[in-house]
């Protein structure tokens, strides 16, 4: 499933790593805040692989 998602729609992927570092990140911060430590997170972005860029084309000739 996760394979048939990825080449359909090559951003679904990313939004959902995104809102995972993102809610995780949130958590630890409310948590973490009456201790006063800081929390910051990074989030991941697309990688050039050959199934993203078909996918990609797939999604522009559709429009």
Same mark, same amino acid.
């Given at each position: ?8 729609? !090559?951003?679904?992927? @990313? ?18 805040? /009456? ?8 989030? !991941?972005?697309?990688?050039?692989? @050959?199934? @993203?860029?078909?996918?990609? /084309?797939?999604?522009? @000739?559709?429009?």
């Amino acid at each position: 499933m996760r394979t048939l998602v990825s080449l359909s729609s !090559p951003t679904i992927s @990313q939004y959902a790593s995104n809102h995972a570092v993102f809610g995780l990140t949130k958590f630890a911060a409310i948590e973490y805040a /009456k201790s006063r430590i800081k929390t910051n997170a990074i989030a !991941p972005g697309t990688v050039d692989t @050959q199934p @993203q860029r078909m996918g990609h /084309k797939r999604a522009t @000739q559709d429009k």
